[in-house]
T-cell receptor, first 115, second 109 residues
Framework: SAVISQKPSRDICQRGTSLTIQCQVD?????MFWYRQQPGQSLTLIAT?????????ESGFVIDKFPISRPNLTFSTLTVSNMSPEDSSIYLC????????????FGSGTRLTVV | DAKTTQPTSMDCAEGRAANLPCNHS???????VYWYRQIHSQGPQYIIHGLKNNETNEMASLIITEDRKSSTLILPHATLRDTAVYYCIVRVRDDKIIFGKGTRLHILP
């Protein structure tokens, strides 16, 4: 299965600033996703990162707040913009080869604290 | 989209088999059932997946009922390191997977 490197692993940021999280995969993958996990909660899908086109966002998430890039089949970034304490969460990247019989691999996550 | 229902929490004695149930009564005929676990804020770890037949790997066994409306994940000899939140997930349209609340499994020494 693919190996994911997610950076940074953690950060403490001031409110009103932005943070860009990187997801690097060691092989080309079809699908890339970004999730958020708020403290004590399950994972919530933010968006699907589409290679060469705009990301597809889930209900409740917008591009202005969470701009996503995916310039190629091995790399994606998620930016958390104009941060507030409510954005304090773990953000995770996930990849899949897309076919029904393939599983999904998750990165180790980025633990973000906004102060 | 098919949804899953799991118990909020379960206990299991160390060394015994842990049987985690999942209901997915609205599953479609071509949707797989996936199981993941998350150990204390790490990224979710893949365990096993299946479509119709029972599956076994080095980590666990997956038993899917004939009507596919429910399944059971079996950890044959639970250890303290198996303490985690276990998620039963049905793959949905557009290849996205949506997490439910999962089952918090406590392995008791």
């Amino acid at each position: 299965s693919a190996v994911i490197s997610q950076k940074p692993s953690r950060d403490i940021c001031q409110r009103g600033t932005s943070l860009t999280i990187q997801c690097q995969v060691d092989s080309q993958v079809t699908m890339m996703f970004w999730y958020r996990q708020q403290p004590g909660q399950s994972l919530t899908l933010i968006a699907t990162a589409n290679q060469g086109s705009e990301a597809t966002y889930e209900s409740g998430f917008v591009i202005d707040k969470f701009p996503i890039s995916r310039p190629n089949l091995t790399f994606s970034t998620l930016t958390v913009s104009n941060m507030s304490p409510e954005d304090s969460s773990i953000y995770l990247c996930s990849v899949s080869q897309g076919a029904q019989n393939y599983g999904y691999t998750f990165g180790s996550g980025t633990r973000l604290t906004v102060v | 989209d098919a949804k899953t229902t799991q118990p909020t929490s379960m206990d299991c004695a160390e060394g015994r088999a842990a049987n985690l149930p999942c209901n997915h009564s609205t599953i479609s005929g071509n949707e797989y059932v996936y199981w993941y676990r998350q150990i204390h804020s790490q990224g979710p770890q893949y365990i096993i997946h299946g479509l119709k037949n029972n599956e076994t790997n080095e980590m666990a066994s997956l038993i899917i009922t004939e009507d596919r409306k429910s399944s059971t994940l079996i950890l044959p000899h639970a250890t303290l390191r198996d303490t985690a939140v276990y998620y039963c997930i049905v793959r949905v349209r557009d290849d996205k997977i949506i997490f439910g609340k999962g089952t918090r499994l406590h392995i008791l020494p």
